[in-house]
Structures are given as structure tokens and as C-alpha cells.
């Protein structure tokens, strides 16, 4: 299992968390489009959140909107859901 993949990923900032279902994610790919500093797919074509600086927030947040089966959870440090909106 590759980083962010059913557990948080924190950013280098230690400002925001995220989390990618792997069994929710279908390799629509569009998380990649709007922030390809945070996602990337592995060898099965499914989502992670990769190693180093990420995107500016607004764009992950765009990313994680964009998917169309939900699969991704962003956090703040104090656990509060940016995404999905609870
Ligand atoms: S947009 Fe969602 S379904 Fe598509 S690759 Fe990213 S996490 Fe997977």
C-alpha cells in the first residue's frame, strides 16, 4: 500500500491530512489533473498522495472534489473534514 492509501498522509507543513480509499478509488484520474504535486497513481492505477510538497490547499481540495466516487478525505490537524464536508 502506497502512502495516503487508507491512512492520512500528512503535508510537509503539517498544516493539512489526507487519505485516499483505495477500494472507493476507480483511476478516473482527475485528482492527478488538478493537483499532480499531491496524487499520483501506483502500478494498479490507484490513487496516493505522494512524497515532498504538495499543492497549495485550495488545489487539493479542488482534487478531492472532482472525485467522482468520493475517495478522498482532507483534514485539518485538528481532524476537522475540509472534504468531504461533514
Ligand atoms: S479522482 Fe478519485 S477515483 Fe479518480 S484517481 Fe483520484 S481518487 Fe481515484
Not at 6 to 24: C, G, L, T, W
Request: hydrophobic fraction near 40%; charged fraction near 30%; charge should be negative.
Amino acid at each position: 500500500m502506497k502512502k495516503g492509501q487508507n491512512e492520512f498522509a500528512i503535508s510537509s507543513d503539517q498544516k493539512v491530512r489526507i487519505k485516499v480509499i483505495k477500494e472507493k478509488c476507480i483511476s478516473a484520474g482527475t485528482c492527478i489533473v488538478y493537483a499532480a504535486d499531491t496524487f499520483d497513481l501506483d502500478e494498479d492505477g490507484i490513487s496516493y498522495v505522494k512524497e515532498g510538497i504538495w499543492d497549495e490547499l485550495e488545489k487539493i481540495v479542488m482534487a478531492a472534489k472532482s472525485c467522482p466516487t468520493m475517495a478522498i478525505i482532507v483534514e485539518d490537524m485538528d481532524g476537522k473534514q475540509l472534504w468531504p464536508l461533514e
